[in-house]
């Protein structure tokens, strides 16, 4: 299978089939386009566009098979592996793994406008708003709740890494990139989910890439910068 993502520092939506692919131990090739300059740079649509019809990142090839979208390409792996935890087997448990999954792939539209993925920084905490701060308060009752209900068997939301770990990863990497503080269940979950093997390897090589996007930086004052040895125009 082949995996075409976009930039590790950036790209929230590449990391999280390549993460649950990769905590999975599925093996895949992974075909990194980088952004153009500015999200709708017509020569990226162009590149990636050869690989799915829908001209965005994730999207996967398996044989003649082309799967786009982040949830879609997990239910691919997920009938692929059935052997896999991708999702929950206990009914209940499924069930809400597919349903803050769901949410998480449509929702938090302040989050994310407001807090883009940039792992390379980290800002100080500010008031964001009170749409950013309902979204927050949303995604971790979510934590809290899976963690209460159906944690017991490991430090993730359904116990065992899977696809919702996966769909929630980015806002891991947000909330610690922009200061942003959590309750002691939802920062232990935050820490669990950053100290994987595969998050780890994903972070390793965003802080290794040498492309920036002005478009997708934070105009605000840096807290810690883990790219120094690269310039910025918005420092």
Known sequence: MKLVIANKN????????????????ITFEEVLIPFGQT???PEWKRAISAFTPAGKVPALLDGE????ESLA??????????????????????????????????GFQALRGACPMNIARQFHPRDR??????DVARITAIWCDARARFGEGGPFLFGAFGAADAMFAPVVARFTSYSIDLDPVSAAYAEAVQATRGYQSWRTAALAE??????DEADEPVLKEFRPHLSRSKA
């Open 210 to 215: 040498l492309w920036i996007i002005d478009e």
């Open 39 to 41: 999200f709708d740079d």
């Open 129 to 134: 708003g009170a749409k950013v701060a309902a």
């Open 65 to 68: 098979i082309q799967v786009w």
């Open 73 to 106: 390409i997990m239910d691919h792996v997920a009938d692929l592996r059935p052997d896999l935890p991708v999702w929950p087997r206990e009914r209940a448990a499924h069930a809400m793994a597919r349903s803050v999954a769901a949410e998480m792939h449509a």
């Open 10 to 25: 950036y790209s929230s939506w590449s990391l999280r089939p390549w993460l649950l692919l990769t905590e999975l131990g």
